[in-house]
Each structure stands twice: as structure tokens, then as C-alpha cells.
């Protein structure tokens, strides 16, 4: 029987690799496994080690804690939206001031203050 956290870290391994346009392939040649590991990884079929983990993050080129996000939450274990994942990746290469400037829009569009 597979556990939640398996199928949750699963889910993410997938959403970034396509996010990435990365193959099941070319992620499982860049961490030294066949695709049909990776496709056992993102349904939660197998666990991933700590070390496998380690190098599926390094080869998408995101922190090992954002396969983690919502873990613990079982009702929020979903995919991420490639969208908001452009935003994000847009967002980060934009100076301070910028910045400051999108939180503070965001802020009123929610009708909070930033």
C-alpha cells in the first residue's frame, strides 16, 4: 500500500519535470535510473530515498524541501500550475523595487494591506 507522502512527493517529481519540459527519460538518465523508476517515483509506486531525492531535485533544479510542500495536508496534495510556476520563476529574477511593487498590487486586488 502506497503512503500519502509517496504519492504527494510523486506528484511533484512530475509537476516540475514538466514544468522543466523535461522527459521521464532524460530525468532518470540525469539521476542514474530507467524512466520506468521515475514512472514508479510519480505515482508513488516506489518510495525515493533520501539520496535518489537528492539528485532528482539537483537535476530539476529545485530545493529538495519543494517536493515536500503540502505533505502534510492530504487534502491539498495536487499538481502545481505551470502558470503560477512562470510567475514565480519571473518574479524571482525581478530587482527588489519591482517586487515591492507586484505584493503591493496583489495586496489590493485581495484587499489587503502588502
Request: proline letters at 2%.
Amino acid at each position: 500500500m502506497t503512503h500519502h507522502v509517496d504519492e504527494h512527493v510523486g506528484k511533484l517529481i512530475r509537476s516540475y519535470r514538466a514544468m522543466k519540459g523535461v522527459s521521464q527519460t532524460q530525468l532518470g538518465d540525469a539521476v542514474g535510473v530507467r524512466f520506468q523508476q521515475i514512472q514508479k517515483y510519480e505515482t508513488g509506486a516506489n518510495r525515493v530515498s533520501a539520496s535518489r531525492l537528492w539528485d532528482i531535485a539537483a537535476a530539476l533544479g529545485v530545493p529538495v524541501a519543494s517536493l515536500f510542500n503540502g505533505a502534510g495536508r492530504q487534502d491539498q496534495a495536487r499538481e502545481f500550475d505551470r502558470d503560477a510556476y512562470t510567475m514565480m520563476v519571473a518574479y524571482q529574477a525581478l530587482p527588489d523595487q519591482q517586487k515591492d511593487s507586484i505584493r503591493s498590487v496583489i495586496g489590493a486586488m485581495r484587499g489587503v494591506a502588502a
